[in-house]
């Protein structure tokens, strides 16, 4: 079954410290990963995708994210987090063969910056 | 691009009430689903749609949820009956058949049961 494990639930990092939230997926066949971020009160902001082809994808907001497929997993990075970057991070799998285009979440991480 | 937009925005019911939002997508996706997102949880897929035809429910749509979508534009999610465990933000998010599973969210019903 398809799932994606965020083992972190909470991170704590100072502003201007880098960052590398984790993500580990299972799926059966070549994946669509996503990152999603989450502000208190909003909807889910798309931060990047990895459909296929390089490995690192660039996204908004100076974040990127690296696919490893011999690990399951699509970590999340940046190398200086700015008090705007607290909130809530979602990583995400869509199937490509089989099924229509749901997507199944993680369980978020919370992520606090401190000053 | 105005964005998906979901009204309300919140939504306090007495249990055993019923209830319907409405998600308007982004003008040309042909694409609409519905999530449901509980506390410290990730969304959970409960419904899509390509244009009107309800494509796939999740086992979490119990036979007091139904979802609609008549012309292939808004669409409407109602709860029978409400629950009290029917408290939850309920997400719609709209997609293009072209741009595969790239799903972009509106603000979510922040649904309460008491």
């Known amino acids: 079954a398809q799932s994606v494990t965020q083992p972190d639930i909470h991170i704590t990092v100072s502003e201007g410290a880098s960052l590398e939230l984790r993500c580990n997926y299972s799926?059966?066949?070549?994946?669509?990963l996503f990152w999603y971020v989450q502000s208190p009160g909003q909807g889910l902001q798309l931060l990047l995708k990895?459909?296929?082809?390089?490995?690192l994808v660039q996204g908004i907001k100076g974040f990127e994210a690296e696919f490893k497929r011999s690990q399951s997993s699509f970590n999340l990075r940046k190398p200086s987090v700015h008090w705007s970057d607290a909130a809530e991070y979602f990583c995400?799998?869509?199937?490509?063969?089989?099924?229509?285009?749901?997507?199944?979440f993680g369980a978020g991480t919370r992520l606090a910056v401190h000053p | 691009d105005t964005g998906v937009s979901q009204d309300p925005r919140h939504k306090i019911t007495k249990r055993g009430q019923n209830v319907t939002f409405r998600c308007d997508p982004i003008?040309?996706?042909?694409?609409l689903y519905w999530y449901r997102q509980t506390l410290g949880q990730g969304p959970e897929f409960l419904t899509y749609?390509?244009?009107?035809?309800?494509?796939?429910k999740s086992r979490l749509l119990s036979d007091r949820f139904s979802a609609e979508r008549p012309k292939g534009s808004f669409s409407t999610l109602e709860i029978q009956r409400t629950e009290q465990g029917d408290s939850a933000m309920y997400l719609c998010?709209?997609?293009?058949?072209?741009?595969?599973?790239?799903?972009?969210f509106g603000p979510g019903t922040r649904l309460t049961v008491t």
């Open positions: 998010a709209s997609g293009s058949s072209d741009r595969h599973y790239e799903q972009y």
């Open positions: 749609f390509q244009n009107e035809a309800q494509l796939e």
């Open positions: 990895y459909f296929s082809g390089d490995t």
């Open positions: 995400a799998v869509g199937g490509r063969s089989g099924g229509y285009n749901k997507l199944i």
């Open positions: 003008s040309e996706h042909n694409r």
């Open positions: 799926y059966g066949a070549t994946p669509y």
